[in-house]
């Protein structure tokens, strides 16, 4: 991002902003509240493709019916330590906080807690659920899959979502580690923050359905749509730096996703019939296995190990997962959300659409 065009807004403005646009969509209060914090941490943890850029995404599914602003949870079946749930097509974002808050709790009482959910959409970025488990003093798993765009190895057809699968672990650290990432090489989002800015993707990044590799963003961003172009797994194409293994991965979130909630798959998932997304979520209370700080210390020591361990030519700083966006957080409590022109384009028309004059952008 060209910090010299970006317009800094405090966090707080951006989060009400955010929070008073669901409202004025019928989202109900509460949930209004938990869509546009899952918003602004990603914009805090300086993740800008799942942040309020997606703010006006979220307002178009809803306007043209894609989606429900109402989550109506229904739970189709539970045990004691598992439970799979239909979100009624309402916003994925209360979804996800509903089905990690039901697997917490199952594990705070039977050591671990597996939800799937069904019939959801676009729940943000997956990293703020593990976070709720961590919170927690738990281990938290989440996955969820989303609209193709990944092709297989081998392959240049886009068959499944970006995928993501997320792993996040206390430590006895100011940060936990937090592994929030695609299984693609990147993802859809990131590819819309190059196009904002007319700036070319590393090539590498996506395939076109001839195997030639794309690198113009705003064009990528159409031939996604009509599926000329896929992107390709972590990895890259082929097996040679590991395509096959990001491509393993991104198949075992789709089951993970659509099996266990009898849901949609793959070419399914398509905006004519709605999106109807399917995501995962695992709490494991660790105090089942070992004290809480015994094993804070342990993963906390891993990764003080590997930030230590031996830098590569050039290189001053090995970070670990989940490192930089908490500095990102640090920094841009103080310095407010760095939003380029096009955002604030999006931002200024979602404000006089919805008369929400009382903010000042």
């Known amino acids: 991002m060209n910090k010299q065009e ?5 966090a707080d403005t951006l989060v009400n902003f955010m929070k ?13 509240e938990i869509c546009a914090d899952v918003l602004i941490r990603s914009d805090l943890r300086g993740i800008e493709s799942h942040g309020c850029q997606r703010l006006k995404m979220y307002y178009d599914r809803i306007v043209q019916g894609v989606q429900s602003p109402k989550t109506n949870l229904t739970i189709l079946k539970e045990t004691a330590t598992t439970a799979r749930i239909d979100a009624g097509h309402g916003m994925g974002h209360v979804a996800a906080y509903r089905g990690m808050k039901l697997a ?3 594990a705070k009482e039977f050591g671990t807690g597996a939800v799937s959910v069904g019939n959801s959409t676009h729940y943000g970025i997956a990293g703020y659920y593990s976070l709720m488990a961590i919170k927690e003093g738990m281990i938290g798993i989440t996955c969820t899959n989303a609209r193709p765009s990944i092709a297989p190895t081998f392959g240049v057809d886009a068959m499944m979502g970006t995928n993501p699968l997320t792993i996040g672990v206390p430590t006895d650290e100011e940060f936990p580690f937090l592994i929030d990432c695609a299984t693609s090489i990147t993802q859809r989002g990131k590819v819309e923050v190059k196009a904002r800015t007319n700036e070319p993707v590393p090539e590498g990044w996506v395939t076109t359905d001839e195997g030639e590799l ?3 963003s705003r064009q ?3 031939d996604l749509i009509s599926g000329v ?11 040679i730096l590991g395509g096959h293994k990001g491509y393993g991965y991104a198949a075992a979130v789709e089951i993970l996703s659509a099996a266990l909630s009898d849901g949609p ?7 004519d019939k709605g999106y109807k997304l399917g995501h995962f979520f695992l709490a494991i209370d660790i105090e089942g296995f070992l004290p809480l700080q015994t094993f804070k210390t342990i993963s906390g020591s891993i990764l003080r190990g590997l930030r230590e361990s031996k830098k590569a030519p050039g290189q001053d700083r090995i970070f670990t997962a989940g490192e930089k966006e908490y500095i990102s957080e640090i920094e841009r409590e103080k310095t407010g959300i760095p939003i380029m022109p096009s955002i604030l384009e999006d931002l200024k028309f979602l404000q006089n659409e919805l008369n929400l004059s009382e903010y000042a952008f």
Do not use: H, R, S
């Open 265 to 271: 798959f793959m070419k399914d998932l398509t905006l």
């Open 20 to 32: 008073d646009v669901f409202i004025k969509l019928d989202v109900p209060v509460k949930d209004a």
């Open 104 to 106: 917490i709790k199952k």
């Open 220 to 222: 990528i961003l159409g």
């Open 214 to 216: 794309a690198t113009d």
């Open 229 to 239: 172009n896929a992107l390709l797994p972590l990895g890259g194409a082929g097996e």
């Open 6 to 10: 970006a317009q800094y807004i405090p």
